[in-house]
Nanobody, 123 residues
Framework: QVHVVESGGGSVQAGGSLRPSCAAS????????MSWFRHAPGKEREGVAA???????SYADSVKGRFTVSEDNAENTLYLQMNSLKPEDTAMYYC?????????????????WGQGTQVTVSS
């Protein structure tokens, strides 16, 4: 059974940093694309970053240069280093697994989701 569990969110001031993590189990971690999404009130769920099985990485334009996605295959853990945080980064952040092979930034392309971890950035 597949499980993904996020942790590491929190509240910071603008310009600060956070590093959420996603612990995954029940599948061959590293063999599939895994992604981070975020969902802010009143907005659609947005793809933030993805790392594919070949190591290729994709980012949303809004986070390029500030966020870095990485994975530790030995620990079955996905990370999202978030620097230079802005108030508009405030959202619930989710880890997504079970990629179906389509566009990485589409929520419908993933079968498994965690419960999310809240990130709040104050100005």
């Amino acid at each position: 059974q597949v499980h993904v569990v996020e942790s590491g969110g929190g509240s910071v001031q603008a310009g600060g940093s956070l590093r959420p993590s996603c612990a995954a189990s029940g599948f061959s971690f590293g063999s599939y694309c895994m992604s981070w999404f975020r969902h802010a009130p009143g907005k659609e769920r947005e793809g933030v970053a993805a790392i594919d099985s070949d190591g290729s990485i994709s980012y949303a334009d809004s986070v390029k240069g500030r966020f870095t996605v990485s994975e530790d295959n030995a620990e079955n853990t996905l990370y999202l280093q978030m620097n230079s945080l802005k108030p508009e980064d405030t959202a619930m952040y989710y880890c997504a697994a079970g990629w179906r092979g389509g566009d990485w930034y589409r929520p419908t392309e993933y079968d498994y989701w965690g419960q999310g971890t809240q990130v709040t950035v104050s100005s």
